[in-house]
């Protein structure tokens, strides 16, 4: 019996909460069309700070003391700088510092 009802209280639970999320954009911006200048402002700023702060956390735990040195996590990141600013594609850039990573840390270290 417990378990039933703990079931029903979690679906209501999920279903109001993604009603209010649904809803929530209308309520949040103005009939005349224009954003919130906060909005517009989290969304010119937050894409870099989230990659920056997955760059810090996927560089955290390089030890320059001991072998491989941090070598392979430093030639994965310049690739994915280069290919970015060459072909200025995001996947292409993440996919290829992804599996050159793999390759280095899985064959050559």
């Known amino acids: ?9 979690l679906i209501a639970v999920m279903a109001i909460v993604t009603l209010v999320l649904r809803a929530l954009p209308f309520v949040l911006f103005n009939k005349d069309g ?3 200048y906060v ?3 989290l969304g010119d700023v937050l894409p870099m700070a989230v990659m920056g702060m997955l ?4 560089l955290r735990n390089i030890t320059l003391m001991e072998s ?3 070598i392979p996590e430093i030639i994965s990141c310049l690739l994915v700088v280069v290919l970015q600013k060459w072909k200025r594609s995001s996947l292409v850039s993440i996919l290829a ?5 793999m390759v280095l840390i899985r064959v050559l270290f």
């Open 1 to 9: 019996m417990f378990e039933e009802t703990s079931a029903v209280i």
């Open 34 to 36: 224009k954003m919130p």
């Open 39 to 41: 909005i517009v402002y």
């Open 55 to 58: 760059v810090v956390y996927c």
């Open 68 to 70: 491989p040195f941090g």
């Open 97 to 101: 510092g992804t599996i050159c990573y």
